[in-house]
């Protein structure tokens, strides 16, 4: 227990660890000034308060020295959807001595629709960066590389921003490496991954000799991550400009991400303090290295232990080192098969508590979850996938498994053999090793994997067929704690990054760790002593997460109401997104109808943003936007249309929905066309939304213009979104303090909708 205390608090600084007031260290205080003025309210693209932060960082840039220069540009990004926004970008360079290679020091400074206070995303990251550079230009010394400060725009509406600076400002083509803080929740540890189009041997490498105190970084999840669409700033840059870099993102407490609970109150000074680490330790170290050397074709495992650091070595030694294990897992059996300690009997009760272990925790963990989710309802409201009361939850599963665990490996170790728990190894042992030779093909980032297995065939290599010595126990102790400190910290990491919906990874993961090291405990009453405290642990974990199932000012509940006005038909209704009507929706929704009625034709759902309930609302005089068809020209088999939008009232958000299957295959917005490496994007659209426009300024009028196949059909409606509602509805009461805006959606929005081909 108190390894795996030490693995996970060794995995951060301390949160003093920067309380130091000398002008050359970076001090968490004066990065938390910083955040007091961004954090302040929502400030997402075309707001009020986006304006403020962006002149705020500007003046906060000049009193380091710096000279920041704004990047005006339409940024345009395709996924699913087109979407655009006219950016601004916020940059600032510091000369090298030998100018030419540059570092990129990135984070976003807008935060998320539309009540996200944005204090950890990406906040954190702009003013981890504002401290770094005062701190590094305070110290007075010229870097060898030039240095450049890239606060980007728009990267929640679609990595507007960075798609900008890639693909439109001359300082990009100078860009060797980026270094870029994104947060996906408000606390716990930040992991680096990479971002590389060649191999990453060559920037591992440097990456480990830069002297982080606290890295936490594996190669699984860089395997992982290279094959899912990734979407950060950092992204862009990999993808049109073939610029590599490190994304530092912390993903705990996910349930405030891009949340009204984005606070700096709910910021961990831990968290905080783990992004300065990385990125003081990484500007010094890459300031004066040679950039130009990180590119490489071959790929290496790497992965980080607690007070060890990282270790690294060549894809190509996976499948050696299962063999390894292979030979070693063979010599440890013929030894005790030849000795009398290993009989057939051992050998089916190792294999038949192993495999019990794996389908029991298993099955436990996935219908015990369901069972759960039917008894508190309110789980599924909250849309991030890890409720708020998540790690007691997981705290009493992962329990639930080792008392499984446990006490199926007693059970099977009662024989009358002197040692009977050791003769148990070889089915756990050879279940790892059959998991790590089909990573090392599959997935060979998991690689690492191998080295839990070889390090328990040590431990059991220092077990001696005679009397045993406090020495060779030690040394079985000490190899036996190695993979405690590797495996602990990624089970909660992997089900915090996936979801409590995929917590069964995380018990069966515990399962297959605690059956590699219980052949090393011979003592059956620390086993009995074990099951009875993680049933315990067990129970009360579960009994805490029931006392924590409901909302509170702390846990807030999320919910959705809009008002949507059809402006051809003359109609209006209320909508929702929520699962059970509530008070606050209650106002509006005094005998809704349930979604599955809903035409989607009049508001489409997208992605998790569905209307769940609606009811008919008074119709406002609420003038649509003026569309005007600029252009309807055909030629060389396309039909070409220019619209002309120009709003009548603030707006926030610019949306084109189509009504049939279309195929659109070029697409322009105010000039800027999407392209990628030159060639059109093209896109096949069911109907619903099209393009999304953010608008950078309330009465912005856009210009789009699309083509399609000359004879194919074209229907397309405008949704007009402003954030609105409560201004318009004076009557409409406040959220309780125990509520909050539905995150991911559009809400609390006045949504005017009319067709316009």
């Known amino acids: 227990m108190a390894a795996i205390g030490w693995s996970f608090s060794a995995q951060q600084p301390a949160s003093d660890a920067y309380s130091a007031s000398d002008d050359t260290v970076f001090s968490q205080q004066r990065a938390l000034a910083h955040l007091n003025v961004i954090a302040a309210r929502p400030h997402y693209l075309g707001s009020a308060e986006h304006e403020r932060v962006r002149e705020y960082l500007v003046g906060a840039l000049a009193q380091m020295g710096l000279t920041a220069d704004i990047q005006h540009q339409v940024g345009t990004h395709f996924r699913r959807q087109y979407s655009a926004a006219d950016t601004r970008n916020i940059i600032a360079r510091i000369p090298g001595s030998q100018p030419g290679n540059a570092l990129i020091l990135m984070s976003h400074y807008d935060s998320g629709l539309h009540s996200s206070l944005g204090a950890s995303d990406a906040g954190s990251g702009v003013v981890t960066i504002l401290e770094a550079v005062r701190a590094f230009l305070a110290r007075g010394e010229t870097p060898l590389n030039d240095i450049v400060i890239l606060l980007t725009d728009g990267e929640e509406r679609g990595l507007l921003g960075a798609e900008a600076f890639v693909g439109h400002h001359p300082w990009a083509s100078q860009a060797r490496l980026v270094l870029n803080l994104e947060a996906r929740g408000s606390g716990g540890p930040s992991y680096m991954l990479m971002e590389t189009n060649g191999g990453n041997a060559d920037m591992i490498r440097a990456f480990s000799v830069a002297g982080l105190k606290h890295p936490a970084a594996n190669s699984l999840m860089y395997s992982l991550y290279k094959q899912l669409p990734n979407d950060t700033d950092l992204t862009v840059f990999r993808e049109q400009g073939d610029i590599p870099g490190f994304n530092f993102a912390f993903i705990d407490d996910h349930f405030d991400y891009h949340t009204a609970q984005d606070s700096i109150p709910r910021l961990d000074a831990n968290t905080l303090n783990h992004q300065a680490e990385y990125l003081t330790t990484l500007l010094d170290y890459f300031a004066d290295a040679d950039l130009a050397s990180l590119e490489s074709e071959a790929d290496w495992v790497y992965f980080n232990a607690p007070g060890i650091g990282m270790i690294s070595y060549p894809f190509a030694w996976n499948l050696w080192l299962v063999a390894l294990g292979v030979m070693a897992l063979g010599g440890v059996v013929w030894r005790d098969w030849r000795q009398g300690r290993l009989g057939v009997s051992q050998l089916w009760r ?23 989710k039917a008894l508190f309802p309110q789980y599924a409201e909250i849309p991030h996938g890890f409720t708020y009361n998540g790690h007691w939850i997981l705290a009493s599963f992962i329990a639930l498994g080792i008392t499984i665990t446990l006490a199926l490996f007693r059970w099977a170790g009662r024989t009358t053999t002197d040692q009977p728990m050791r003769a148990l190894y070889v089915a756990p042992v050879a279940l790892w090793l059959v998991i790590s030779g089909g990573a090392a093909t599959s997935l060979p980032g998991a690689g690492f994997l191998v080295i839990p297995p070889l390090l328990a065939l040590a431990a059991m290599m220092f077990w001696p067929a005679s009397e045993d010595t406090p020495r060779l126990a030690a040394a079985r102790l000490l190899l036996a704690l190695l993979p405690v400190l ?67 000012e702390d846990r807030r509940k999320p919910n959705s109401i809009n008002y949507i006005l059809d402006s051809d038909t003359g109609e209006a209704w209320w909508t929702s997104s929520n699962r059970r009507p509530d008070s606050f929706v209650g106002q509006f929704l005094t005998d809704p109808t ?27 005089p609420l003038a649509p936007a003026k569309v005007t068809v600029t252009g309807d020209v055909k030629d060389d088999g396309l039909r070409t249309v220019t619209l002309s939008i120009q709003p009548q009232r603030p707006t926030a958000v ?39 426009n953010t608008q950078a300024s309330p009465l912005a009028p856009l210009t789009v213009e699309l083509s399609i196949d000359s004879d194919a059909p074209l229907g397309l409606k405008l949704l007009q979104t402003a954030y609105d509602m409560p201004e318009l509805f004076e009557d409409m009461k406040a959220r309780s303090t125990s509520m909050m805006p539905e995150p991911f959606i559009i809400n609390d929005a006045v949504i005017i909708s009319q067709r316009v081909l």
């Open 594 to 620: 349930t979604g599955d009625s809903w035409p989607q034709e009049r508001y489409p759902a997208y992605r998790s943003s569905r209307v769940r309930w609606y009811q008919d609302a008074p119709v406002l």
């Open 654 to 692: 610019l949306q084109l929905v189509t009504t049939s299957p279309l195929t659109v295959r070029r697409m322009r917005i105010n000039g800027e066309p999407f392209k990628r490496s030159d060639q059109w994007i093209e896109g096949e659209f069911k109907p619903g939304f099209v393009l999304t």
């Open 350 to 372: 190792g294999v038949l508590a192993t495999s019990l272990a794996v389908v029991l925790v298993w099955a436990v963990t996935h219908f015990g979850w369901h069972i759960l």
């Open 486 to 552: 590797i495996l602990a910290p990624l089970i909660p990491a992997f089900v915090i990054g996936l979801g409590l919906n995929a917590m069964a990874v995380g018990t069966v993961l515990t399962a297959l760790t605690l059956a590699l090291l219980l052949p090393l405990c011979s003592d059956q009453g620390l086993l009995t002593l074990g099951i009875r405290s993680s049933a315990v642990i067990a129970c009360g974990s579960l009994v805490v997460s029931m006392m924590l199932s409901g909302y509170s």
